[in-house]
């Protein structure tokens, strides 16, 4: 298997709902027109690829001078545990440069798991639910 990574490489909104799926992550995958409204808000998105498969994710809100907001992490379960999600931080921040600040929320079964690729815990954060 050799995986591939593109930047801002078209995506459908089956294939990134299908990888959520698999992924675990929870988010309106029955819902495609509301992924492909997600998909085309993005200012960013990298993904890898095992050769017409999307394997994963990572989108991305930003202005790309100060903050970007890492909305999606995801790897599909055929993939995870193969470094393929540091390899998605990593070239997220790639693109973003030096002067950009990455944050995200987690779901909670992956708290762990952003220490470890050298993301730090924040206090100062508040939060107002979506409705649906």
Known sequence: ???????????????VADLFRSAGLRRPVDDLDRI??????????????????LAGIARSITDFAYCCYLSDLAVGADYQRQGI???????????LGDEVMLLLLSVPDAMTYYPRVGFEPVANGWIMQRAR
């Open 85 to 95: 999600g540091q390899a998605l931080i990593d070239r997220t921040r790639a693109e």
């Open 36 to 53: 492909g409204r997600m998909i085309q808000g993005a200012d960013l998105i990298v993904t890898a690829w095992d050769g017409d498969r």
């Open 1 to 15: 298997m050799t995986i591939t990574y593109r930047v801002n490489a078209p995506v459908t909104a089956q294939q």
